[in-house]
């Protein structure tokens, strides 16, 4: 596609339900990154795809969150068991390669509520 | 480990001249910098990968001195169209698989 897409754009839950976020990547970009953004704050590293493997999940805050890639494309992240601490803007990024000299192109984002 | 950005925040009368710098305590291999205008995501400025390269965009332009680990921004003639949150993201050679690691943002607001 012709930029990151991601959806739902905003999304409510219920503390303790689980939410699937999802990424579809510019075509042809092999590597996807998935950042936090808190209100006001920063971006925070979640977790980097380079094709379909995950070779750095450091920044995942806890084993409720997971992330997948298939087919060198989409990339789904899942939050179980929801805490109103994970309320924030989740942000998918792509790029040509891990050293793109292109820069990450960011989609805009999946706006999480937890209630 | 995370960028430190300065100022945190900066308001700009149109005209005026503004620098913004991010400083790392490891040494660098690429410096990016985005925009993030409210509400919107973030958008790709420029990258520096070498030392002491300078790049430019349009009015907006950046340096990177690799031997202080740090790169500044420089936005010449602000416009009210600058105006939005610059983060820095920064590459250090160790960083291993680890992608950019972003500074906590500078706020930079252009009056008229």
């Known amino acids: 596609g012709a930029g990151v897409s991601q959806s739902p754009s905003n999304k409510v839950t219920e503390k303790g339900k689980d939410v699937e976020l999802r990424c579809d990547p510019i075509?042809?970009?092999?590597?996807l990154y998935w950042y936090r953004q808190r209100l006001g704050q920063g971006l925070e590293f979640l977790i980097y795809?380079?094709?379909?493997?995950?070779p750095d999940k450091s920044g995942l805050p806890s084993d409720r969150f997971s992330a997948e890639r298939t087919g060198e494309s989409v990339s789904t992240l899942t939050i179980q068991r929801t805490q109103q601490e994970d309320s924030a803007v989740y942000l998918c990024?792509?790029?040509?390669?891990?050293w793109g000299a292109g820069g990450y192109t960011f989609g805009s984002g999946t706006r999480l509520t937890v209630v | 480990q995370q960028p430190v950005q300065s100022p945190q925040a900066v308001i700009l009368r149109e005209g005026e001249d503004a620098v913004i710098n991010c400083s790392s305590s490891?040494?660098?291999?690429?410096v990016h910098w985005y925009r993030q205008k409210h509400g919107e995501a973030p958008v790709f400025l420029m990258i520096?990968?070498?030392?002491?390269e300078q790049k430019g965009h349009d009015k907006i332009s950046a340096s990177f001195n690799e031997k202080k680990q740090q790169s500044s921004l420089y936005l010449t003639a602000s416009q009210l169209s600058y105006s939005g949150t610059y983060f820095c993201?920064?590459?250090?050679?160790?960083?291993?698989?680890?992608?950019?690691?972003f500074g906590k943002g500078t706020r930079l607001s252009v009056i008229a």
């Open positions: 990024a792509s790029s040509l390669g891990r």
């Open positions: 520096l990968l070498k030392g002491g």
């Open positions: 795809f380079q094709g379909n493997s995950a």
């Open positions: 490891k040494a660098l291999y690429s």
């Open positions: 993201g920064t590459e250090p050679f160790d960083s291993g698989d680890t992608p950019l690691v």
């Open positions: 075509s042809g970009h092999t590597a």
